[in-house]
């Protein structure tokens, strides 16, 4: 690539970004997850030799980003990671002008994530080169739902009408977000519980056909799938939320698992803490594929990375 | 400046003046910067130096901006008094209050004579309001009586509230003593930190924290019952952007409390639901609110309960507002664009008669701040005249705005309403081409 000059003018998203699930269409959705299906971390194909992708994470993260990294290695391409500690950005660099610089040096694309909701929209809108979202503040982290869509392919004929419950800190979740977007737009059946603080009643208007359960007992019942999200103490901010309370209502307990349908999965995106949304127990339990998940994130993130550098072939 | 044209004579316009109940098709005389006559077509006997012909044109008192940011001093980056006016003429505002949030804060006698000197460079009036409280830290009032005297018409801590409801019992006690008014930007800050949009759908969607319409409407509410309790006590909320604020000052006025409001053309134009892809022009504080937040709005314009349309035009540089949504600074410029969108809004789509939309550009305005001889073309009164097309068709190109900050939604907006000549002390400082 050529070097490039920043030029502060905005432009149409690059072709080949993932920003988020709301805008990407069921088409788009299944060619992702054929694609996935393909991949095989384990036989390396060269697609993308030659190629830089650049990691910059703003904010920690170890699932997500390792497993960009050794997708984008099994694919021959190269990787640079930077993260906000340690480099320009401490100085007060802006983010287009940290994009313009992991531009210039060579990147090809780019996987952020940010404190930030819209980040990865705001570095899209000025930049040629595709931007991956790798989770933004409280907006979205859409590989994260692709994966585990793919997750569930693996043990379910389709995800068209499978019962879904997700279940914990969804107003804080980009996660949930992105799954709800997901899951809805595949016909699945979604049901949401949380206490209000956690869940306000305005999530159902993020699709249609969403319920809202305040009961853990009540949203599992007969579930296909049971997604549990992490209470995130770091976005709790002003917010009253008693820790006790929610272990004694909303934690995952085996008892609680064992009213979904025999065959449920058990799902969880990590990071988990055990003995608080969920116990010991149920995180190692035959029917969690917690493990399975991470694992799934390599070949679908390789689908990603190979779609965003237009070789999806 | 003032006497650079001594006559002038605006012909055969259809003049619309609020205060003197008048809408008729008018000869409007200006002499040495006052209005020196107003008959029927062709019965003014004597000459003029200059003549406008305004036929097929609306002719109104000058409006007035009870809420602009004209940055200085100190921020002359962003906007200058120069630029802001420049850009005010455009609008056709020919008075415009400014903010006090400057660097440093507005809150002293010199500062407020400062804004004044003829080198900033104005060229429409300048109004100063100074802080409410010294460095608008909200702890300790200014001293509004010195203030007062100065020429500052009103005083706020306004880009934030007197959250102390004993800084502000005693700021309205102060404003009783001395008929001064207090505006109050009306936002409980202590429950909308890190918020950065409306709380609703579209928060929810876009992963941002919302600030709750309490958070407005609980400070108003506050503020109206405490300006009941001190006889004579004069309390403007600036940008009022919700419903329930709206109950708390109908329950005011139905008092007899001295309370007024203006909305601004954006609140009235968008909704949150308006906010997208991150696009920080859409982020400003009051943010944009729900639909039913707008219907109110637009219902409390039709019966009187708005006193002044005001456009809280805040000029921010690119390096501010091209960046995250949530790390952006508050504030879209609004004075160039407030008649073609409040127009388009209430004229085409709400049937609200124009005599309405003018009075809230000028005898609303003028009596909210006391600005006497303006707001009207009342014999005597100041020369201070805007001359518009409200049929006009253009389309807003923000590169081409006189002012310094091109923050604004509303680029390439279609709006109906158009200033032609802005007229100040009897002169006129801007035509459209």
Same mark, same amino acid.
């Given at each position: 690539?050529?070097?490039?000059?920043?030029?502060?003018?905005?432009?149409?998203?690059?072709?080949?970004?993932?920003?988020?699930?709301?805008?990407?269409?069921?088409?788009?959705?299944?060619?992702?997850?054929?694609?996935? *299906?393909?991949?095989?971390?384990?036989?390396?194909?060269?697609?993308?030799?030659?190629?830089?992708?650049?990691?910059?994470?703003?904010?920690?993260?170890?699932?997500?980003?390792?497993?960009?990294?050794?997708?984008?290695?099994?694919?021959?391409?190269?990787?640079?990671?930077?993260?906000?500690?340690?480099?320009?950005?401490?100085?007060?660099?802006?983010?287009?002008?940290?994009?313009?610089?992991?531009?210039?040096?060579?990147?090809?694309?780019?996987?952020?994530?940010?404190?930030?909701?819209?980040?990865?929209?705001?570095?899209?809108?000025?930049?040629?080169?595709?931007?991956?979202?790798?989770?933004?503040?409280?907006?979205?982290?859409?590989?994260?739902?692709?994966?585990?869509?793919?997750?569930?392919?693996?043990?379910?004929?389709?995800?068209?009408?499978?019962?879904?419950?997700?279940?914990?800190?969804?107003?804080?979740?980009?996660?949930?977000?992105?799954?709800?977007?997901?899951?809805?737009?595949?016909?699945?059946?979604?049901?949401?519980?949380?206490?209000?603080?956690?869940?306000?009643?305005?999530?159902?208007?993020?699709?249609?056909?969403?319920?809202?359960?305040?009961?853990?007992?009540?949203?599992?019942?007969?579930?296909?799938?049971?997604?549990?999200?992490?209470?995130?103490?770091?976005?709790?901010?002003?917010?009253?939320?008693?820790?006790?309370?929610?272990?004694?209502?909303?934690?995952?307990?085996?008892?609680?698992?064992?009213?979904?349908?025999?065959?449920?999965?058990?799902?969880?995106?990590?990071?988990?803490?055990?003995?608080?949304?969920?116990?010991?127990?149920?995180?190692?339990?035959?029917?969690?594929?917690?493990?399975?998940?991470?694992?799934?994130?390599?070949?679908?993130?390789?689908?990603?990375?190979?779609?965003?550098?237009?070789?999806?072939? | 400046?003032?006497?650079?044209?001594?006559?002038?004579?605006?012909?055969?316009?259809?003049?619309?003046?609020?205060?003197?109940?008048?809408?008729?098709?008018?000869?409007?005389?200006?002499?040495?910067?006052?209005?020196?006559?107003?008959?029927?077509?062709?019965?003014?006997?004597?000459?003029?130096?200059?003549?406008?012909?305004?036929?097929?044109?609306?002719?109104?008192?000058?409006?007035?901006?009870?809420?602009?940011?004209?940055?200085?001093?100190?921020?002359?980056?962003?906007?200058?008094?120069?630029?802001?006016?420049?850009?005010?003429?455009?609008?056709?505002?020919?008075?415009?209050?400014?903010?006090?949030?400057?660097?440093?804060?507005?809150?002293?006698?010199?500062?407020?004579?400062?804004?004044?000197?003829?080198?900033?460079?104005?060229?429409? +009036?300048?109004?100063?309001?100074?802080?409410?409280?010294?460095?608008?830290?909200?702890?300790?009032?200014?001293?509004?009586?010195?203030?007062?005297?100065?020429?500052?018409?009103?005083?706020?801590?306004?880009?934030?509230?007197?959250?102390?409801?004993?800084?502000?019992?005693?700021?309205?006690?102060?404003?009783?003593?001395? +008929?001064?008014?207090?505006?109050?930007?009306?936002?409980?800050?202590?429950?909308?930190?890190?918020?950065?949009?409306?709380?609703?759908?579209?928060?929810?969607?876009?992963?941002?924290?919302?600030?709750?319409?309490?958070?407005?409407?609980?400070?108003?509410?506050?503020?109206?019952?405490?300006?009941?309790?001190?006889?004579?006590?004069?309390?403007?909320?600036?940008?009022?952007?919700?419903?329930?604020?709206?109950?708390?000052?109908?329950?005011?006025?139905? +008092?007899?409390?001295?309370?007024?409001?203006?909305?601004?053309?954006?609140?009235?134009?968008?909704?949150?639901?308006?906010?997208?892809?991150?696009?920080?022009?859409?982020?400003?504080?009051?943010?944009?609110?729900?639909?039913?937040? *707008?219907?109110?709005?637009?219902?409390?314009?039709?019966?009187?309960?708005?006193?002044?349309?005001?456009?809280?035009?805040?000029?921010?540089?690119?390096?501010?507002?091209?960046?995250?949504?949530?790390?952006?600074?508050?504030?879209?410029?609004?004075?160039?664009?407030?008649?073609?969108?409040?127009?388009?809004?209430?004229?085409?789509?709400?049937?609200?008669?124009?005599?309405?939309?003018?009075?809230?550009?000028?005898?609303?305005?003028?009596?909210?701040?006391?600005?006497?001889?303006?707001?009207?073309?009342?014999?005597?009164?100041?020369?201070?005249?805007?001359?518009?097309?409200?049929?006009?068709?253009?389309?807003?190109?923000?590169?081409?705005?006189?002012?310094?900050?091109?923050?604004?939604?509303?680029?390439?907006?279609?709006?109906?309403?158009?200033?032609?000549?802005?007229?100040?002390?009897?002169?006129?400082?801007?035509?459209?081409?």
């Amino acid at each position: 690539m050529s070097t490039s000059r920043p030029q502060s003018e905005k432009r149409s998203v690059a072709r080949g970004s993932l920003l988020g699930i709301e805008d990407l269409p069921v088409s788009e959705i299944n060619k992702l997850l054929l694609l996935a *299906r393909k991949m095989n971390p384990a036989k390396a194909r060269p697609l993308l030799r030659g190629k830089r992708v650049l990691l910059l994470f703003y904010e920690a993260s170890t699932r997500t980003r390792t497993s960009f990294e050794v997708a984008a290695q099994a694919l021959g391409a190269e990787t640079s990671l930077v993260i906000s500690s340690g480099s320009s950005i401490e100085k007060g660099e802006s983010l287009l002008d940290t994009a313009y610089t992991l531009r210039a040096v060579g990147a090809d694309a780019i996987v952020v994530r940010h404190l930030n909701a819209g980040a990865p929209h705001l570095m899209a809108s000025y930049l040629d080169i595709p931007v991956i979202n790798a989770g933004d503040g409280m907006h979205e982290h859409p590989t994260q739902a692709l994966l585990d869509a793919y997750t569930i392919l693996k043990h379910k004929k389709k995800l068209t009408g499978l019962q879904v419950t997700i279940l914990g800190d969804i107003y804080h979740s980009r996660v949930a977000r992105s799954e709800i977007h997901l899951l809805s737009k595949a016909g699945a059946k979604l049901t949401l519980c949380g206490p209000p603080e956690l869940l306000p009643e305005m999530a159902t208007t993020l699709v249609k056909g969403l319920r809202i359960s305040r009961s853990c007992e009540e949203a599992v019942r007969g579930a296909d799938v049971v997604m549990i999200l992490r209470v995130q103490r770091e976005r709790l901010a002003g917010l009253k939320v008693s820790l006790p309370d929610y272990v004694s209502r909303y934690q995952m307990t085996m008892a609680r698992l064992r009213m979904a349908k025999p065959d449920a999965l058990l799902m969880h995106p990590g990071p988990i803490i055990r003995g608080l949304e969920l116990t010991w127990d149920v995180a190692d339990c035959p029917q969690s594929v917690i493990v399975e998940e991470v694992h799934n994130g390599v070949p679908l993130r390789m689908a990603v990375l190979a779609r965003a550098l237009g070789k999806a072939a | 400046m003032k006497h650079a044209t001594q006559s002038l004579l605006i012909r055969g316009g259809r003049v619309i003046d609020p205060l003197a109940r008048m809408d008729a098709v008018m000869d409007v005389l200006l002499r040495d910067g006052q209005v020196a006559e107003i008959a029927p077509p062709n019965k003014i006997r004597a000459g003029a130096e200059e003549k406008i012909d305004a036929q097929g044109l609306i002719v109104a008192p000058g409006f007035i901006d009870l809420h602009v940011h004209l940055r200085e001093p100190g921020q002359g980056y962003k906007e200058t008094i120069a630029s802001g006016t420049a850009a005010a003429a455009v609008g056709g505002f020919t008075s415009v209050c400014c903010m006090p949030n400057t660097t440093p804060v507005l809150d002293s006698p010199e500062w407020v004579t400062w804004v004044r000197q003829p080198q900033r460079g104005a060229v429409v +009036n300048v109004f100063p309001i100074a802080a409410a409280t010294q460095a608008s830290k909200g702890a300790v009032l200014t001293d509004f009586r010195a203030l007062q005297r100065t020429g500052a018409v009103a005083v706020t801590d306004d880009g934030k509230p007197v959250l102390s409801e004993t800084t502000m019992r005693d700021a309205l006690r102060a404003s009783a003593e001395i +008929n001064f008014p207090v505006i109050q930007h009306a936002e409980d800050t202590r429950i909308t930190q890190n918020c950065s949009m409306n709380e609703g759908p579209t928060s929810f969607r876009l992963g941002l924290r919302g600030m709750n319409v309490n958070s407005e409407a609980a400070i108003v509410d506050r503020d109206v019952q405490l300006a009941q309790q001190f006889n004579g006590a004069r309390l403007h909320i600036a940008h009022l952007s919700t419903a329930a604020s709206l109950t708390a000052v109908r329950r005011g006025k139905k +008092n007899r409390a001295r309370v007024t409001c203006e909305v601004t053309p954006h609140h009235l134009a968008l909704t949150d639901a308006d906010v997208r892809d991150y696009d920080t022009n859409f982020k400003m504080n009051p943010p944009l609110r729900s639909a039913e937040d *707008r219907e109110a709005l637009l219902a409390a314009i039709a019966d009187g309960t708005v006193d002044a349309v005001a456009t809280d035009h805040a000029p921010h540089a690119q390096h501010e507002k091209i960046i995250e949504f949530e790390r952006a600074a508050f504030g879209i410029t609004g004075l160039e664009t407030a008649l073609g969108l409040v127009i388009s809004v209430l004229s085409a789509d709400h049937r609200l008669p124009l005599t309405r939309i003018v009075e809230l550009f000028t005898s609303g305005p003028a009596r909210v701040l006391d600005l006497r001889g303006r707001g009207t073309l009342l014999r005597g009164s100041h020369a201070d005249v805007t001359i518009f097309d409200p049929k006009k068709r253009w389309t807003f190109d923000a590169s081409k705005s006189r002012s310094k900050s091109h923050n604004t939604p509303f680029d390439g907006r279609q709006l109906t309403g158009k200033v032609v000549a802005t007229i100040v002390g009897g002169k006129i400082i801007y035509r459209a081409v």
